[in-house]
């Protein structure tokens, strides 16, 4: 009985030390004042949540995304009207060459060499033969 006695109050004293320690190191950094600190955080807009869709899951993810600003700015400023060829040109200009693209697979993040067929097919002549079918002339 005396051993549990004397465990428990060394057990006491060491987790005591261990505290007082952390609280030392705790309040040390928040007296000095850190980089990331000094700049203003700015403020999140309220906005109402809105129901986009049947699914909740879904909707927490979309009210979330239209509460927080970053999107706005994502690759280094504001898309508009303004830029749609860069981000079309970007993103879409390999499908509007002539030349067959077997990078698709691979801007999906799969190997091309493993990829289903209908990632790393060609279909430019099937595409041709539908314009021509409608009427459609492309050139």
Same mark, same amino acid.
């Given at each position: 009985?005396?051993?549990?006695?004397?465990?428990? $109050?060394?057990?006491?004293?060491?987790?005591?030390?261990?505290? #007082? !320690?952390?609280?030392?190191?705790?309040?040390?950094?928040?007296?000095?004042?850190?980089? +990331?600190?000094?700049?203003?955080?700015?403020?999140?807009?309220?906005?109402?949540?809105?129901?986009?869709?049947?699914?909740?899951? &879904?909707?927490?993810?979309? /009210?979330?995304? #239209?509460?927080? *600003?970053?999107?706005? $700015?994502?690759? =280094? =400023?504001?898309? *508009? +009207?303004?830029?749609?060829?860069?981000? &079309?040109? /970007?993103?879409?200009? *390999? !499908?509007?060459? %002539?030349?067959?693209? =077997? /990078? &698709?697979?691979?801007?999906?993040?799969?190997?091309?060499?493993?990829?289903? %067929?209908?990632?790393?097919?060609?279909? +430019?002549?099937? !595409?041709? #033969?539908? %314009?021509?079918?409608? =009427?459609?002339?492309?050139?």
């Amino acid at each position: 009985m005396k051993k549990k006695t004397n465990i428990r $109050t060394m057990i006491r004293q060491i987790v005591r030390e261990e505290v #007082a !320690m952390a609280i030392k190191e705790v309040i040390t950094e928040l007296k000095q004042p850190s980089p +990331s600190s000094s700049q203003p955080k700015p403020k999140k807009k309220i906005v109402e949540k809105k129901s986009f869709t049947k699914n909740s899951i &879904l909707n927490d993810v979309l /009210n979330e995304t #239209a509460m927080d *600003d970053e999107w706005k $700015t994502m690759g =280094g =400023g504001t898309y *508009d +009207s303004g830029k749609v060829n860069e981000v &079309l040109g /970007n993103s879409y200009g *390999d !499908m509007m060459s %002539d030349k067959p693209n =077997g /990078n &698709l697979a691979a801007s999906m993040g799969v190997n091309p060499n493993d990829a289903p %067929d209908f990632l790393t097919k060609d279909y +430019s002549k099937v !595409m041709k #033969a539908i %314009d021509k079918k409608k =009427g459609i002339s492309n050139g």
